[in-house]
């Protein structure tokens, strides 16, 4: 199974705060790469698949890149609705592995 | 509207059986292959299995953790995808999701509510 890491599993930012999270594979899976957003008690949202397209309906805010094994999840200025918990999927391989988590706090 | 909801979770004892539910409306059910992740209380998501859709002989893959303890099956005439699990064990505990596969079933673009499956004595 390919492992998925995040970094970090939690941060603590402000609002209008430029956030940068990374998830690291651990094998190559070229950009089959998906970023969701959770927040708490309900189910997960997809913000950002193939590594860098931007799901419909998803703030501009958001954005994706990557490729290989190294991938990033950035929003270019933190709005109060952000507060949440990011995950990465690799959908290189079955199963599709999630990192563990990256949560977004209010600083 | 894109909709999915998941029944039938409830308590169940450990070496149980329970049969969960994923009705779907709103899109070409039959189209898709659907996946079914799950989220331990407190914890992060874990993959639990997917069904293909009518094109690749509705072929269905599981994690190491469920496989053969745990069946996928659909009723695309009811636009409903099941899970139906068995010998469940504490460590199973947690809010199961349905979600629509899109993009070559490379990502999940809708997901149910979820629905709590509690296994314990």
């Known amino acids: 199974d390919i492992q998925m890491t995040q970094s970090p599993s939690s941060l603590s930012a402000s609002i209008g705060d430029r956030v940068t999270i990374t998830c690291r594979a651990s094998q190559s899976i070229s950009n089959h790469l998906n970023w969701y957003q959770q927040k708490l008690g309900k189910a997960p949202k997809l913000l950002i698949y193939?590594?860098?397209s931007l799901q419909s309906g998803v703030p501009s805010r958001f954005s994706g890149s990557g490729s290989g094994t190294d991938f990033t999840l950035t929003i270019s200025s933190l709005q109060p609705e952000d507060f949440a918990t990011y995950y990465c999927?690799?959908?290189?391989?079955?199963?599709?592995?999630f990192g563990q988590g990256s949560k977004v706090e209010i600083k | 509207e894109v909709q999915l909801v998941e029944s039938g979770g409830g308590l169940v004892q450990p070496g149980g059986s329970l049969r969960l539910s994923c009705a779907v409306s709103?899109?070409?059910?039959?189209?898709?292959?659907m996946d079914w992740v799950r989220q331990a209380p407190g914890k992060g998501l874990e993959w639990v299995g997917r069904s293909g859709n009518k094109d690749n002989s509705y072929i269905t893959e599981y994690a190491a953790s469920v496989k053969g303890r745990f069946t996928i099956s659909r009723e695309d005439s009811e636009n409903s995808l099941y899970l139906q699990m068995y010998s469940l064990k504490t460590e199973d505990t947690a809010v199961y999701y349905c979600?629509?596969?899109?993009?070559?079933?490379?990502?999940?673009?809708?997901w149910g509510q979820g629905t709590l499956v509690t296994v314990s004595s």
């Open positions: 999927q690799e959908s290189h391989n079955v199963p599709r592995m």
């Open positions: 709103g899109f070409s059910f039959s189209g898709h292959y």
């Open positions: 979600a629509r596969s899109y993009g070559s079933g490379r990502s999940n673009d809708y």
């Open positions: 193939a590594a860098s």
